[in-house]
């Protein structure tokens, strides 16, 4: 099977692009500017114009949409929602038989800007004349990381301890869109997490303790409805099965033995 992957040099795509290849799929990659790679056949193609959309598409069987511009303002509206259905009318004029969209979890219960604009792209996807499936997936261990680095940059990590989340490997969730790809169309939408709920106060002491770092957390709780939601477990969902790779297994390939503060 032939597949498409836009956004194929982000974060997520890096991990999908060699998983596709292993699991016997021939991968064409797109991204908006030239990009040469051993993965796949790379292609260029602008969300937010639909140029080079209709030679992307051609001749595949299945698109893997990962491409996404977070934000929430005017540039995230033309990528994620009017780029999606660009692809999407491109793909059915190309008679593709799948088009598998990966979203977030809790992009329904969150009042996130950037979110709004995610559910916006699944009901596109949805209402598309391409046969679909949508997998939601929860934050991936380097945003959680990323995220504490930032909350801590001034000294304490900064943040409301309550807040929960459940962090889950890129790899994993690139070898759940390649059975996905694999089974076909789901017309509907599927979650996936991490291995472990965790509150923001216990992540942050195992990153503490992974990074040899003596900065205390600072609690600032959350305000509004967007507190209400993170710490009731909007990030996070009962969907089965779960990723394997934990929080503490990503620390510890990260920082093992570092003593980094």
Known sequence: MK???TGASGALGRAVLP??????????????????????????????TGEGLPDAVAGVAAVLHLASTPGGGRRTHQVDVLGTRRLAVAAGRAGVGHL??????GVDRVPFPYYRHKLA??????AGPVPWSVLRATQFH??????????????????DRAVLAQPVDAGEVAARLSGRLAAGPLEGIEEYGGPQVLRFDAAV?????ARGSRRPLLPVRVPGRLGRALRSGALTTRAAPTGIRSWS???????GGTGRR
């Open 205 to 209: 002491e195992a990153w503490r303790a």
């Open 3 to 5: 597949v498409l992957v």
């Open 249 to 255: 297994d990503h620390l510890a390939d990260t920082y």
């Open 100 to 105: 598998l969209y990966v979203s977030i979890v």
């Open 121 to 126: 792209a699944e009901r596109v996807v949805a």
């Open 19 to 48: 998983r596709l290849r292993g699991d016997g799929f021939v991968v064409r990659a797109m991204s908006r500017r030239p990009h040469g790679g051993q993965a796949a056949e790379w292609v260029t193609g602008d969300l937010a």
């Open 142 to 159: 380097p945003f959680l990381d990323d995220l504490l680095a930032l909350a801590g940059r001034l000294g304490p990590v900064i943040g």
